[in-house]
T-cell receptor, first 110, second 110 residues
Framework: EAQVTQNPRYLITVTGKKLTVTCSQN?????MSWYRQDPGLGLRQIYY???????DKGDVPEGYKVSRKEKRNFPLILESPSPNQTSLYFC?????????FGQGTRLTVV | SQQGEEDPQALSIQEGENATMNCSYK?????LQWYRQNSGRGLVHLIL?????REKHSGRLRVTLDTSKKSSSLLITASRAADTASYFC??????????FGSGTQLTVLP
């Protein structure tokens, strides 16, 4: 089954404790991206990757890092999480116009 | 990248009625997509309409695009309780980015 898998689905962490949210897709898509969703603000793109070893900043990249060492994986790294990074995060992948989304990771930073 | 603006922000209708939501944008686009999001879940692609198309159908969905007014509408006919969700329009941007608006929250009452 074609899918984008994010882990974990839920995470509560403390300020400053490094964390990684994993994202994996099995559709051989070149393009992958991370979004955060906050009430009233819609989805905002954090980072995107057009292919292996090619990443670039989206609209809200501060406080985040990504890497794309393999085509299928695109982890999101928060080196020192802060409470303003409490949000619902989505990974998405695509080759053409249609984007496929993961189920989301609800992150709470206390 | 430009962001589409959905209208209304929230819509509540009775089962069986039609639901119409709109998306407006500012600069010319090649295509526009609509996505659905069930509460807290990942977005699911519904339909894509290209700039040279005026109307497109998919099941109970009808999408129109008016490039002169820079707006699109999504019509859901004979709505069901299962249509309760948030609906987003998505616009293509530079570097193949996809930007989303804040969405329309549709509630279909049984």
């Amino acid at each position: 089954e074609a899918q984008v898998t994010q882990n974990p689905r839920y995470l509560i962490t403390v300020t400053g404790k490094k964390l990684t949210v994993t994202c994996s897709q099995n559709m051989n898509h070149e393009y992958m991206s991370w979004y955060r969703q906050d009430p009233g603000l819609g989805l905002r793109q954090i980072y995107y990757s057009m292919n292996v070893e090619v990443t670039d900043k989206g609209d809200v990249p501060e406080g985040y890092k990504v890497s794309r060492k393999e085509k299928r994986n695109f982890p999101l790294i928060l080196e020192s999480p802060s409470p303003n990074q409490t949000s619902l995060y989505f990974c998405a992948s695509r080759t053409g116009d249609e984007a496929f989304f993961g189920q989301g990771t609800r992150l709470t930073v206390v | 990248s430009q962001q589409g603006e959905e209208d209304p922000q929230a819509l509540s209708i009775q089962e069986g009625e039609n639901a119409t939501m709109n998306c407006s944008y500012k600069t010319s686009i090649n295509n526009l997509q609509w996505y659905r999001q069930n509460s807290g879940r990942g977005l699911v692609h519904l339909i894509l309409i290209r700039s040279n198309e005026r109307e497109k159908h998919s099941g109970r969905l009808r999408v129109t695009l008016d490039t002169s007014k820079k707006s699109s509408s999504l019509l859901i006919t004979a709505s069901r309780a299962a249509d309760t969700a948030s609906y987003f329009c998505a616009l293509p941007g530079s570097a193949r980015q996809l930007t989303f608006g804040s969405g329309t929250q549709l509630t279909v009452l049984p």
